[in-house]
């Protein structure tokens, strides 16, 4: 059953991994579409040891086109997912735009998958938050176990999550360090280089930011409205990979033990817990994989029943690309997309 797909932001951070991803999965294409603004007409993207020439998203026509990935932005996401999905496509969407709309479904497919068989009103499915994603991954067999009632969590999250231009500068300002020139700060509120930045996005008048606010929203509306969330997000001088310490508070007893044997057997997740040197994973070893990595597996003795862990993956993977294109083959294999 080969299908067309258009990505639309190819030639950015997630739309690059969207068509490395399709690519990988061996998803069922027939025709792969890439497509950005005006200004990247002709410029070329790479899709396996292929090479595909970007199209201008203003003057395309989607007749035909049975799944949009979007990877460009909340306020185009807003103007074109309606439009592309009255001619016929499903869009699965990356921004923040449609993931708090009631008619839209916003998919991890480890974990509410199900969501999908109620429909999909509008024509599209919303992608969660980087840091979302991962945690919901470790957090739903838990949850199935103990029932989770309280989510602390801190985020290290990598400049990748702001695009190409901060990474760019994280690159400059190092270098800058090491040669002694001026550090310029652009894209960040301070410098980012050797620094970390407890700051992503802009403040609310709760003095919470909207990346927290997003992570809080986003796990009760995937995982369960009853969880209380908090959370504070954290930008450090990483390039890709985002990590994450979680603490979460249970209504059932649960050892550590079993928390440890539950996540290795489940979807997407993949358990590195040794008490010694090095017998935990980073960003460097998430980086490029699809796993959601659990280590440091403990119980919390401040409460009667809880646990902290440390949650890493690869933001730009599992916290965007992948789960975008494990969207795609979900509506596939429920039958919800037919070419």
Not at 51 to 56: A, C, P, Y
Not at 121 to 139: E, F, H, R, W
Request: proline share 4%; glycine share 8%.
């Amino acid at each position: 059953m080969p299908l067309k797909v258009a990505v639309v932001g190819a030639t950015g951070n997630v739309g690059r991994e969207m068509l490395s991803v399709l690519k990988e999965r061996q998803f069922p294409a027939s025709e792969v579409v890439a497509l950005a603004s005006s200004r990247s007409i002709g410029v070329e993207v790479s899709f396996g040891d292929g090479i595909l020439k970007v199209h201008g998203l203003d003057h395309y026509d989607f007749k035909g086109t049975d799944i949009v990935l979007m990877s460009s932005g909340g306020v185009i996401a807003k103007e074109w997912a309606p439009k592309i999905a009255k001619q016929g496509a499903i869009v699965i969407d990356n921004s923040s735009a449609w993931r708090m709309d009631r008619e839209v479904p916003l998919i991890v497919p480890e974990v509410n998958a199900a969501v999908l068989d109620a429909g999909i009103k509008k024509g599209i499915v919303a992608n969660p938050n980087c840091s979302t994603a991962q945690l919901v991954v470790a957090m739903k067999p838990l949850h199935d176990e103990a029932t989770i009632t309280r989510c602390v969590v801190s985020t290290y999250q990598s400049v990748s999550g702001a695009g190409k231009d901060a990474m760019d500068e994280l690159f400059r300002q190092t270098r800058s360090v090491f040669v002694a020139d001026p550090i310029e700060v652009v894209h960040f509120t301070k410098q980012i280089a050797f620094n970390v930045i407890p700051h992503i996005d802009e403040f609310l008048d709760s003095g919470y930011t909207r990346e927290e606010w997003k992570m809080m929203v986003e796990v009760q509306k995937i995982l369960d409205p009853d969880i209380q969330v908090t959370a504070t997000c954290v930008r450090v001088p990483v390039f890709i990979g985002h990590s994450e310490s979680v603490n979460l508070e249970f209504a059932k007893p649960i050892t550590a033990a079993r928390a440890r044997a539950i996540l290795r057997e489940a979807p997407g997740c993949l358990v590195i817990d040794k008490h010694e040197d090095g017998g935990y994973i980073t960003p460097v070893e998430a980086a490029g994989e699809d796993a959601t990595y659990i280590s440091r597996i403990r119980k919390d003795p401040t409460v009667e029943h809880g646990l902290s862990l440390w949650v890493v993956a690869d933001n730009l993977r599992k916290g965007a690309a992948l789960n975008a294109v494990q969207i795609a083959e979900c509506l596939i294999n429920r039958g919800l997309v037919k070419a």
